[in-house]
Protein backbone atom coordinates (compact mmCIF):
# COMPACT_ATOMS: atom_id res chain seq x y z
CA UNK A 1 0.00 0.00 0.00
CA UNK A 2 1.05 3.76 -0.92
CA UNK A 3 1.27 5.71 2.02
CA UNK A 4 -0.77 8.16 -0.24
CA UNK A 5 -4.09 5.88 0.72
CA UNK A 6 -3.91 7.55 4.09
CA UNK A 7 -4.74 11.01 2.31
CA UNK A 8 -6.52 9.54 -0.27
CA UNK A 9 -8.63 8.30 2.37
CA UNK A 10 -9.32 11.49 4.41
CA UNK A 11 -9.81 13.57 1.53
CA UNK A 12 -12.54 11.10 0.19
CA UNK A 13 -14.09 11.30 4.58
CA UNK A 14 -13.36 14.84 5.32
CA UNK A 15 -12.71 16.67 2.25
CA UNK A 16 -13.94 20.46 3.54
CA UNK A 17 -12.03 19.95 6.71
CA UNK A 18 -9.07 21.56 7.58
CA UNK A 19 -6.04 19.68 7.18
CA UNK A 20 -3.51 22.15 7.40
CA UNK A 21 -3.36 25.28 9.25
CA UNK A 22 -0.39 28.11 10.07
CA UNK A 23 -1.63 31.68 10.94
CA UNK A 24 -4.51 32.52 8.60
CA UNK A 25 -3.64 29.92 6.05
CA UNK A 26 -6.27 26.83 5.96
CA UNK A 27 -5.63 24.02 3.36
CA UNK A 28 -8.56 21.67 3.66
CA UNK A 29 -8.18 17.65 2.96
CA UNK A 30 -9.61 18.39 -1.06
CA UNK A 31 -6.93 21.08 -1.45
CA UNK A 32 -4.11 19.36 0.82
CA UNK A 33 -4.94 15.68 -2.01
CA UNK A 34 -5.14 17.89 -5.18
CA UNK A 35 -1.88 19.85 -4.45
CA UNK A 36 0.47 16.66 -3.61
CA UNK A 37 -1.34 14.79 -7.00
CA UNK A 38 -0.22 18.41 -8.99
CA UNK A 39 3.60 18.49 -6.91
CA UNK A 40 3.82 14.40 -7.82
CA UNK A 41 2.31 14.99 -11.15
CA UNK A 42 4.91 18.01 -12.00
CA UNK A 43 7.77 16.40 -10.15
CA UNK A 44 7.81 13.14 -12.64
CA UNK A 45 6.91 15.65 -15.94
CA UNK A 46 10.03 17.29 -15.00
CA UNK A 47 12.15 14.26 -15.20
CA UNK A 48 12.08 12.07 -11.84
CA UNK A 49 11.27 8.78 -12.05
CA UNK A 50 9.76 6.97 -9.14
CA UNK A 51 12.57 5.93 -6.58
CA UNK A 52 14.44 9.56 -7.19
CA UNK A 53 15.09 11.37 -4.45
CA UNK A 54 13.49 14.85 -3.67
CA UNK A 55 14.98 16.86 -0.63
CA UNK A 56 13.13 19.92 0.96
CA UNK A 57 14.71 21.98 3.05
CA UNK A 58 11.69 24.49 5.01
CA UNK A 59 10.82 25.60 7.80
CA UNK A 60 7.77 24.60 8.91
CA UNK A 61 4.48 25.27 6.73
CA UNK A 62 2.29 23.06 4.56
CA UNK A 63 4.28 23.05 2.14
CA UNK A 64 6.31 20.35 3.98
CA UNK A 65 3.17 17.99 3.78
CA UNK A 66 2.03 18.69 0.43
CA UNK A 67 5.47 17.88 -0.75
CA UNK A 68 5.88 14.63 1.09
CA UNK A 69 2.36 13.29 -0.25
CA UNK A 70 3.35 14.88 -3.40
CA UNK A 71 6.67 12.25 -3.33
CA UNK A 72 4.47 9.10 -2.02
CA UNK A 73 2.08 10.10 -5.33
CA UNK A 74 4.66 9.69 -7.53
CA UNK A 75 6.68 6.79 -5.91
CA UNK A 76 9.82 9.61 -5.24
CA UNK A 77 11.73 9.18 -1.91
CA UNK A 78 11.28 12.53 -0.19
CA UNK A 79 14.62 13.58 1.92
CA UNK A 80 13.51 16.07 4.77
CA UNK A 81 16.76 18.37 5.59
CA UNK A 82 16.88 20.09 8.96
CA UNK A 83 16.07 23.45 8.39
CA UNK A 84 18.75 24.69 10.90
CA UNK A 85 21.61 23.44 8.97
CA UNK A 86 24.30 25.57 7.27
CA UNK A 87 24.60 25.19 3.55
CA UNK A 88 27.13 23.02 2.89
CA UNK A 89 25.41 20.79 5.52
CA UNK A 90 22.59 20.91 3.58
CA UNK A 91 24.44 20.34 0.37
CA UNK A 92 26.50 16.65 2.35
CA UNK A 93 22.69 15.57 2.59
CA UNK A 94 21.69 16.29 -1.05
CA UNK A 95 24.97 14.81 -2.70
CA UNK A 96 24.79 11.67 -0.60
CA UNK A 97 20.92 11.08 -1.21
CA UNK A 98 21.94 11.60 -4.99
CA UNK A 99 18.44 13.98 -4.51
CA UNK A 100 17.71 15.57 -8.02
CA UNK A 101 15.42 18.33 -7.11
CA UNK A 102 15.82 20.56 -3.81
CA UNK A 103 12.88 22.72 -2.66
CA UNK A 104 14.19 25.25 0.32
CA UNK A 105 12.58 28.11 1.39
CA UNK A 106 14.17 32.01 0.41
CA UNK A 107 16.03 32.30 3.86
CA UNK A 108 18.42 29.62 2.50
CA UNK A 109 19.16 30.90 -1.27
CA UNK A 110 22.25 32.89 -0.15
CA UNK A 111 24.02 30.09 1.23
CA UNK A 112 23.23 28.06 -2.03
CA UNK A 113 24.33 30.60 -4.02
CA UNK A 114 27.85 30.96 -2.14
CA UNK A 115 28.15 27.18 -2.73
CA UNK A 116 26.59 27.17 -5.78
CA UNK A 117 28.93 24.61 -6.89
CA UNK A 118 27.99 21.95 -4.52
CA UNK A 119 24.36 22.39 -5.79
CA UNK A 120 25.29 21.89 -9.14
CA UNK A 121 22.81 19.95 -11.52
CA UNK A 122 20.25 19.68 -8.54
CA UNK A 123 17.21 21.18 -9.92
CA UNK A 124 15.27 23.99 -7.36
CA UNK A 125 12.30 25.31 -6.58
CA UNK A 126 12.06 28.18 -4.18
CA UNK A 127 9.28 29.27 -2.04
CA UNK A 128 10.19 33.04 -2.43
CA UNK A 129 11.54 34.28 -5.82
CA UNK A 130 15.32 33.39 -6.40
CA UNK A 131 17.95 33.06 -8.80
CA UNK A 132 18.51 29.48 -10.47
CA UNK A 133 15.30 28.28 -8.68
CA UNK A 134 11.97 27.84 -10.34
CA UNK A 135 8.86 29.03 -8.07
CA UNK A 136 7.42 26.63 -5.92
CA UNK A 137 3.61 27.26 -7.37
CA UNK A 138 5.06 25.99 -10.49
CA UNK A 139 4.64 22.71 -8.66
CA UNK A 140 0.97 23.33 -7.64
CA UNK A 141 0.15 23.80 -11.50
CA UNK A 142 -2.82 21.39 -12.49
CA UNK A 143 -1.88 20.41 -15.97
CA UNK A 144 0.44 17.32 -15.19
CA UNK A 145 -1.36 16.84 -12.14
CA UNK A 146 -1.85 12.54 -11.52
CA UNK A 147 -5.40 11.27 -11.31
CA UNK A 148 -4.33 8.86 -8.43
CA UNK A 149 -1.15 8.25 -7.07
CA UNK A 150 1.56 5.23 -8.07
CA UNK A 151 1.02 2.27 -6.96
CA UNK A 152 4.11 1.06 -4.45
CA UNK A 153 5.39 -2.28 -3.06
CA UNK A 154 5.77 -2.57 0.81
CA UNK A 155 9.37 -2.70 0.28
CA UNK A 156 9.63 0.63 -2.14
CA UNK A 157 11.48 2.99 -0.17
CA UNK A 158 9.32 6.65 0.30
CA UNK A 159 11.94 8.48 2.93
CA UNK A 160 15.37 8.72 3.46
CA UNK A 161 15.73 10.24 7.76
CA UNK A 162 18.91 11.59 8.09
CA UNK A 163 20.94 10.85 11.25
CA UNK A 164 21.97 13.78 12.97
CA UNK A 165 25.38 13.29 12.58
CA UNK A 166 26.45 13.81 16.16
CA UNK A 167 29.22 10.75 15.28
CA UNK A 168 30.16 11.81 12.06
CA UNK A 169 28.74 12.35 8.95
CA UNK A 170 25.45 12.06 8.70
CA UNK A 171 23.54 8.65 7.63
CA UNK A 172 20.60 8.18 5.60
CA UNK A 173 18.24 5.51 7.43
CA UNK A 174 15.65 4.27 4.80
CA UNK A 175 12.31 4.35 5.00
CA UNK A 176 9.72 1.73 3.00
CA UNK A 177 6.45 2.13 2.63
CA UNK A 178 5.37 -0.74 5.12
CA UNK A 179 7.81 0.97 7.95
CA UNK A 180 5.69 4.16 7.93
CA UNK A 181 2.10 2.17 7.61
CA UNK A 182 3.83 0.76 10.71
CA UNK A 183 4.57 3.86 12.45
CA UNK A 184 1.36 5.27 11.90
CA UNK A 185 -0.89 2.59 12.91
CA UNK A 186 1.69 2.24 15.89
CA UNK A 187 1.37 6.05 16.78
CA UNK A 188 -2.61 5.68 17.32
CA UNK A 189 -2.47 2.47 18.97
CA UNK A 190 0.02 2.55 21.91
CA UNK A 191 0.68 6.79 22.20
CA UNK A 192 -2.34 8.34 21.26
CA UNK A 193 -5.22 8.02 19.82
CA UNK A 194 -5.76 10.87 17.53
CA UNK A 195 -9.25 11.19 16.36
CA UNK A 196 -11.23 12.55 12.89
CA UNK A 197 -11.06 16.56 13.91
CA UNK A 198 -8.87 16.47 16.44
CA UNK A 199 -6.17 19.57 16.17
CA UNK A 200 -2.42 18.58 16.26
CA UNK A 201 -0.05 21.66 16.78
CA UNK A 202 3.59 21.67 15.18
CA UNK A 203 5.87 23.40 17.18
CA UNK A 204 9.04 21.41 16.65
CA UNK A 205 10.85 20.49 12.84
CA UNK A 206 8.70 19.16 10.94
CA UNK A 207 11.89 17.76 9.40
CA UNK A 208 12.10 15.14 12.32
CA UNK A 209 9.70 13.83 15.15
CA UNK A 210 6.92 16.42 14.36
CA UNK A 211 6.02 15.30 10.68
CA UNK A 212 6.45 11.73 11.29
CA UNK A 213 3.64 12.39 13.96
CA UNK A 214 1.70 14.23 11.10
CA UNK A 215 1.34 11.69 9.51
CA UNK A 216 -1.03 9.38 11.65
CA UNK A 217 -3.11 13.35 11.79
CA UNK A 218 -3.66 12.62 8.40
CA UNK A 219 -4.22 9.14 8.48
CA UNK A 220 -6.93 9.88 10.89
CA UNK A 221 -8.48 12.43 9.06
CA UNK A 222 -7.37 15.46 11.75
CA UNK A 223 -5.90 18.68 11.68
CA UNK A 224 -2.49 19.36 11.22
CA UNK A 225 -1.48 22.96 12.52
CA UNK A 226 1.58 24.90 12.76
CA UNK A 227 2.88 27.60 14.77
CA UNK A 228 4.28 30.70 12.78
CA UNK A 229 7.46 31.25 14.08
CA UNK A 230 10.52 29.67 13.73
CA UNK A 231 11.75 29.99 17.27
CA UNK A 232 9.95 28.75 20.12
CA UNK A 233 7.96 31.51 21.99
CA UNK A 234 5.49 29.77 24.76
CA UNK A 235 3.48 32.67 24.77
CA UNK A 236 2.11 32.72 20.91
CA UNK A 237 2.66 28.51 21.50
CA UNK A 238 -0.32 28.51 24.07
CA UNK A 239 -2.33 31.25 22.29
CA UNK A 240 -2.23 28.92 19.18
CA UNK A 241 -3.30 26.00 21.24
CA UNK A 242 -6.79 28.31 22.70
CA UNK A 243 -7.16 30.30 19.34
CA UNK A 244 -7.17 26.56 17.53
CA UNK A 245 -8.71 24.63 20.42
CA UNK A 246 -5.65 22.60 20.29
CA UNK A 247 -5.86 18.98 21.58
CA UNK A 248 -2.43 17.57 20.61
CA UNK A 249 0.92 18.80 21.02
CA UNK A 250 2.89 16.49 18.51
CA UNK A 251 6.40 16.71 19.52
CA UNK A 252 8.24 18.51 22.24
CA UNK A 253 11.93 17.91 22.95
CA UNK A 254 12.42 18.20 26.92
CA UNK A 255 14.55 21.33 26.63
CA UNK A 256 11.02 22.81 25.15
CA UNK A 257 9.30 21.36 28.24
CA UNK A 258 11.68 22.71 30.77
CA UNK A 259 10.91 26.20 28.81
CA UNK A 260 7.28 25.49 29.27
CA UNK A 261 7.63 25.21 32.74
CA UNK A 262 9.65 28.47 32.98
CA UNK A 263 7.54 30.89 30.93
CA UNK A 264 4.27 29.12 31.64
CA UNK A 265 1.60 31.84 33.26
CA UNK A 266 -1.12 29.87 34.81
CA UNK A 267 -4.78 31.52 33.42
CA UNK A 268 -3.66 33.76 30.52
CA UNK A 269 -4.92 31.19 27.72
CA UNK A 270 -7.32 28.61 27.77
CA UNK A 271 -5.49 25.33 27.26
CA UNK A 272 -8.11 23.08 28.55
CA UNK A 273 -8.69 22.22 24.81
CA UNK A 274 -5.44 19.78 25.69
CA UNK A 275 -5.15 16.24 26.47
CA UNK A 276 -1.67 15.02 24.94
CA UNK A 277 1.46 16.48 24.77
CA UNK A 278 4.30 14.03 23.13
CA UNK A 279 7.71 14.59 24.05
CA UNK A 280 11.10 12.05 23.80
CA UNK A 281 14.07 12.44 21.77
CA UNK A 282 16.55 13.10 24.69
CA UNK A 283 15.88 11.90 28.21
CA UNK A 284 14.17 13.65 30.59
CA UNK A 285 14.75 14.63 34.06
CA UNK A 286 12.59 13.06 36.39
CA UNK A 287 11.76 16.24 38.30
CA UNK A 288 11.51 18.12 35.38
CA UNK A 289 8.30 15.20 34.36
CA UNK A 290 6.91 15.37 37.66
CA UNK A 291 6.69 19.19 37.61
CA UNK A 292 5.34 19.40 34.04
CA UNK A 293 2.52 16.81 35.27
CA UNK A 294 2.09 18.68 38.66
CA UNK A 295 1.13 22.01 36.24
CA UNK A 296 -0.74 20.74 33.68
CA UNK A 297 -1.94 17.55 34.55
CA UNK A 298 -1.35 13.94 33.04
CA UNK A 299 -1.26 14.59 29.47
CA UNK A 300 2.44 13.85 28.89
CA UNK A 301 3.09 10.98 26.39
CA UNK A 302 6.90 9.69 25.89
CA UNK A 303 8.12 7.74 22.78
CA UNK A 304 11.51 6.73 22.36
CA UNK A 305 12.85 5.70 19.15
CA UNK A 306 15.66 6.87 16.60
CA UNK A 307 15.33 7.24 12.99
CA UNK A 308 16.41 3.98 12.26
CA UNK A 309 12.95 3.13 14.19
CA UNK A 310 11.65 6.17 13.88
CA UNK A 311 9.08 7.11 16.89
CA UNK A 312 8.57 3.47 18.07
CA UNK A 313 10.89 1.42 19.81
CA UNK A 314 9.49 2.04 23.54
CA UNK A 315 6.24 4.53 25.12
CA UNK A 316 4.51 5.77 27.77
CA UNK A 317 1.05 7.16 27.40
CA UNK A 318 -0.46 9.52 29.27
CA UNK A 319 -2.75 6.93 31.33
CA UNK A 320 0.47 5.02 32.16
CA UNK A 321 2.12 8.23 33.19
CA UNK A 322 -0.65 9.32 35.62
CA UNK A 323 -0.74 5.81 37.37
CA UNK A 324 3.16 5.50 37.74
CA UNK A 325 2.53 9.55 39.34
CA UNK A 326 0.39 8.64 41.42
CA UNK A 327 1.60 5.74 43.12
CA UNK A 328 5.25 7.41 43.53
CA UNK A 329 6.60 5.08 41.09
CA UNK A 330 10.06 5.36 39.66
CA UNK A 331 9.59 3.98 37.10
CA UNK A 332 7.92 7.28 35.83
CA UNK A 333 11.53 7.57 35.00
CA UNK A 334 11.72 5.43 32.65
CA UNK A 335 10.98 5.31 28.75
CA UNK A 336 7.84 3.22 29.53
CA UNK A 337 7.47 -0.30 27.60
CA UNK A 338 8.29 -1.74 24.67
CA UNK A 339 5.63 -1.09 21.77
CA UNK A 340 2.76 -3.57 20.74
CA UNK A 341 4.60 -4.42 17.05
CA UNK A 342 8.03 -4.40 18.05
CA UNK A 343 10.66 -6.52 19.73
CA UNK A 344 12.93 -5.34 22.01
CA UNK A 345 15.93 -6.50 24.80
CA UNK A 346 19.38 -5.21 25.85
CA UNK A 347 22.24 -7.47 24.84
CA UNK A 348 26.31 -8.03 26.21
CA UNK A 349 28.90 -7.00 24.10
CA UNK A 350 28.52 -10.02 22.64
CA UNK A 351 24.91 -9.58 21.45
CA UNK A 352 23.88 -12.10 23.78
CA UNK A 353 20.57 -11.24 25.55
CA UNK A 354 21.15 -9.70 29.18
CA UNK A 355 18.44 -10.50 32.04
CA UNK A 356 16.22 -7.93 34.00
CA UNK A 357 18.37 -5.60 35.43
CA UNK A 358 21.35 -5.80 33.39
CA UNK A 359 22.28 -3.31 31.35
CA UNK A 360 23.46 -3.37 27.55
CA UNK A 361 22.97 -2.08 24.65
CA UNK A 362 19.16 -1.98 23.25
CA UNK A 363 18.49 -3.33 20.23
CA UNK A 364 14.89 -3.59 18.64
CA UNK A 365 13.39 -5.44 15.18
CA UNK A 366 10.42 -5.65 13.65
CA UNK A 367 8.59 -3.91 10.84
CA UNK A 368 9.61 -0.25 12.45
CA UNK A 369 13.11 -0.73 11.76
CA UNK A 370 14.78 0.39 8.69
CA UNK A 371 16.37 -1.83 6.49
CA UNK A 372 19.87 -0.07 6.27
CA UNK A 373 21.30 3.21 5.70
CA UNK A 374 21.50 4.61 2.22
CA UNK A 375 24.65 3.80 0.19
CA UNK A 376 26.28 2.72 2.85
CA UNK A 377 26.60 -1.26 3.39
CA UNK A 378 28.78 -1.36 6.11
CA UNK A 379 26.92 0.76 8.84
CA UNK A 380 24.11 -0.85 8.00
CA UNK A 381 25.93 -4.53 8.71
CA UNK A 382 27.19 -3.20 11.67
CA UNK A 383 24.17 -1.70 12.60
CA UNK A 384 21.72 -4.61 11.83
CA UNK A 385 24.06 -7.83 12.87
CA UNK A 386 22.00 -10.64 13.52
CA UNK A 387 18.84 -9.13 12.31
CA UNK A 388 18.65 -6.50 15.50
CA UNK A 389 18.76 -3.06 15.39
CA UNK A 390 21.71 -1.75 17.41
CA UNK A 391 20.25 1.42 18.97
CA UNK A 392 23.71 2.48 20.86
CA UNK A 393 21.68 2.99 23.62
CA UNK A 394 22.44 1.49 27.24
CA UNK A 395 20.29 0.56 29.42
CA UNK A 396 18.11 -2.25 31.44
CA UNK A 397 14.87 -3.53 31.47
CA UNK A 398 13.57 -4.02 35.02
CA UNK A 399 11.23 -6.94 35.59
CA UNK A 400 8.18 -5.59 34.42
CA UNK A 401 9.78 -4.60 31.02
CA UNK A 402 10.06 -1.31 31.54
CA UNK A 403 13.12 0.12 29.49
CA UNK A 404 15.57 2.58 31.48
CA UNK A 405 18.00 4.58 29.14
CA UNK A 406 21.26 5.05 30.74
CA UNK A 407 23.06 6.61 27.91
CA UNK A 408 24.45 6.57 24.35
CA UNK A 409 27.38 4.22 24.19
CA UNK A 410 29.78 6.41 23.31
CA UNK A 411 29.07 8.80 26.15
CA UNK A 412 29.66 6.62 29.04
CA UNK A 413 33.07 7.61 30.86
CA UNK A 414 35.11 5.07 31.67
CA UNK A 415 36.99 6.28 35.03
CA UNK A 416 39.25 4.43 37.05
CA UNK A 417 38.13 1.44 35.43
CA UNK A 418 34.31 2.37 36.68
CA UNK A 419 31.19 2.34 34.16
CA UNK A 420 29.82 5.92 34.47
CA UNK A 421 26.66 7.11 33.17
CA UNK A 422 26.70 11.15 32.51
CA UNK A 423 22.54 10.99 32.61
CA UNK A 424 22.76 9.47 36.85
CA UNK A 425 25.03 12.40 37.74
CA UNK A 426 23.03 15.29 35.54
CA UNK A 427 19.44 13.31 36.72
CA UNK A 428 20.79 14.22 40.07
CA UNK A 429 22.82 17.83 39.28
CA UNK A 430 18.90 19.04 38.07
CA UNK A 431 17.63 18.57 41.55
CA UNK A 432 19.43 21.14 43.00
CA UNK A 433 17.30 24.33 43.31
CA UNK A 434 20.25 26.83 42.03
CA UNK A 435 20.55 24.83 38.76
CA UNK A 436 18.92 25.48 35.77
CA UNK A 437 21.08 23.13 32.89
CA UNK A 438 23.91 20.79 33.23
CA UNK A 439 25.54 18.28 30.99
CA UNK A 440 28.36 15.55 31.93
CA UNK A 441 31.09 14.21 30.54
CA UNK A 442 34.20 12.72 30.77
CA UNK A 443 37.79 14.59 30.17
CA UNK A 444 41.24 13.04 30.11
CA UNK A 445 42.88 12.51 32.92
CA UNK A 446 46.36 10.86 33.44
CA UNK A 447 45.26 9.14 36.89
CA UNK A 448 41.95 8.42 36.32
CA UNK A 449 41.82 7.79 32.57
CA UNK A 450 38.85 10.25 32.53
CA UNK A 451 37.68 12.29 34.97
CA UNK A 452 33.74 13.24 35.23
CA UNK A 453 33.13 16.52 34.62
CA UNK A 454 29.95 18.57 34.88
CA UNK A 455 29.42 21.85 33.31
CA UNK A 456 26.64 23.79 34.82
CA UNK A 457 24.11 26.94 33.97
CA UNK A 458 22.70 28.33 36.97
CA UNK A 459 19.00 30.02 37.19
CA UNK A 460 18.83 33.75 36.76
CA UNK A 461 20.72 35.31 39.85
CA UNK A 462 21.66 32.72 41.57
CA UNK A 463 25.64 31.56 42.31
CA UNK A 464 26.92 28.52 42.93
CA UNK A 465 30.36 26.92 44.17
CA UNK A 466 32.02 23.93 42.31
CA UNK A 467 32.09 22.41 46.06
CA UNK A 468 28.81 22.86 46.36
CA UNK A 469 27.98 20.91 42.90
CA UNK A 470 30.49 18.65 43.83
CA UNK A 471 28.96 18.07 47.29
CA UNK A 472 25.22 17.71 46.50
CA UNK A 473 26.28 15.14 44.31
CA UNK A 474 28.12 13.27 47.49
CA UNK A 475 24.63 13.18 48.67
CA UNK A 476 22.93 10.82 46.21
CA UNK A 477 25.82 9.03 44.36
CA UNK A 478 28.61 6.70 45.01
CA UNK A 479 32.18 8.69 45.23
CA UNK A 480 33.22 7.79 41.76
CA UNK A 481 30.25 9.12 40.28
CA UNK A 482 31.49 12.92 41.56
CA UNK A 483 32.35 15.30 39.46
CA UNK A 484 35.65 16.23 40.00
CA UNK A 485 35.58 19.29 38.29
CA UNK A 486 32.35 21.96 37.69
CA UNK A 487 32.85 24.49 35.02
CA UNK A 488 29.84 27.35 35.13
CA UNK A 489 28.41 28.57 31.81
CA UNK A 490 25.71 31.20 30.86
CA UNK A 491 24.28 28.52 28.36
CA UNK A 492 24.48 25.59 26.98
CA UNK A 493 24.34 24.38 23.01
CA UNK A 494 21.50 22.68 22.15
CA UNK A 495 20.87 21.21 18.52
CA UNK A 496 18.17 22.36 16.28
CA UNK A 497 15.63 19.65 17.77
CA UNK A 498 16.42 20.91 21.36
CA UNK A 499 19.04 18.22 22.38
CA UNK A 500 21.63 19.83 25.24
CA UNK A 501 25.00 18.99 22.14
CA UNK A 502 26.79 16.79 25.10
CA UNK A 503 29.92 15.84 22.64
CA UNK A 504 30.09 19.45 21.14
CA UNK A 505 31.13 20.91 25.17
CA UNK A 506 32.90 17.67 25.87
CA UNK A 507 35.17 17.68 22.55
CA UNK A 508 36.25 21.46 23.66
CA UNK A 509 37.70 19.87 26.04
CA UNK A 510 39.56 16.60 24.31
CA UNK A 511 41.16 19.05 21.84
CA UNK A 512 45.10 17.56 21.64
CA UNK A 513 44.10 14.04 23.36
CA UNK A 514 43.41 11.05 20.88
CA UNK A 515 40.87 8.56 20.47
CA UNK A 516 37.85 10.25 22.09
CA UNK A 517 37.06 13.47 20.02
CA UNK A 518 33.36 12.76 18.49
CA UNK A 519 32.46 10.11 20.76
CA UNK A 520 35.62 7.93 19.93
CA UNK A 521 35.58 4.15 20.18
CA UNK A 522 32.57 2.47 21.39
CA UNK A 523 32.68 1.96 25.08
CA UNK A 524 30.67 -1.57 25.93
CA UNK A 525 29.07 -2.33 29.11
CA UNK A 526 28.21 -6.09 30.43
CA UNK A 527 26.47 -4.93 33.96
CA UNK A 528 25.19 -2.30 35.87
P1 LIG B 1 17.22 10.74 16.52
O1 LIG B 1 17.58 9.63 15.60
O2 LIG B 1 17.78 12.08 16.17
O3 LIG B 1 15.74 10.81 16.78
O4 LIG B 1 17.90 10.41 17.95
C1 LIG B 1 17.61 9.21 18.59
C2 LIG B 1 18.29 9.12 19.93
O5 LIG B 1 17.71 10.06 20.86
C3 LIG B 1 18.07 7.76 20.57
O6 LIG B 1 18.96 6.78 20.10
C4 LIG B 1 18.28 8.08 22.04
O7 LIG B 1 19.67 8.18 22.36
C5 LIG B 1 17.67 9.48 22.17
N1 LIG B 1 16.28 9.38 22.62
C6 LIG B 1 15.17 9.28 21.86
N2 LIG B 1 14.07 9.20 22.62
C7 LIG B 1 14.48 9.22 23.91
C8 LIG B 1 13.83 9.15 25.18
N3 LIG B 1 12.50 9.05 25.29
N4 LIG B 1 14.59 9.19 26.30
C9 LIG B 1 15.94 9.28 26.21
N5 LIG B 1 16.62 9.37 25.05
C10 LIG B 1 15.91 9.34 23.92
Known sequence: ????????????????????????????????????????????????????????????????????????????????????????????????????VLVHGGEYQAGIAANADLFAGVSRYCTEPADGAKPFAELLESANALSRAV??????????????GTTGKPKGAMWNHRMVKCVIMNYLADLHNIQPGETVLHCAPMSHGSGIIALPAVARGATNAMTETSSFEIDSLLAT????????????????????????????????SLTAITYGGAPIYVDQLRQAIDTFGPIFVQLYGQ???????????????????????????????????????????????????????????GDVVMPG?????EATAEALRGGWLHTGDIGYFDDQGYLFLLDRAKDMVISGGNNIYPREVEEVL????????????????????????????????????????????????????????????????VSGYGKILRREVRDSYWQGHSGRIGGGSAAKVSTT
Open 1 to 100: MNTFAFLEKSARHRPDQAALVQGSETVTYRQFHERALAIGGNLLAQGCEPGDRVAFCLANSPRIMELIFGCFAAGLIVVPVNARLHAREMAYIVGNSGAK
Open 151 to 164: DAAPDDLCWLFYTS
Open 241 to 272: VARLQVSHIAFMAPTQIVKLLEDYEPGKHDIS
Open 307 to 365: GESPITITGMGAGLHAELVTAGDPRIGSAGQVRTDVEAHCVDENDNPLPPGMAGEVVAR
Open 373 to 377: YWNNP
Open 430 to 493: IQHPKIAMCVVFGIPDDYWGEAVHAVVVTKPGENMTAREVIDFCGEHLAGYKKPKAVDFVDELP
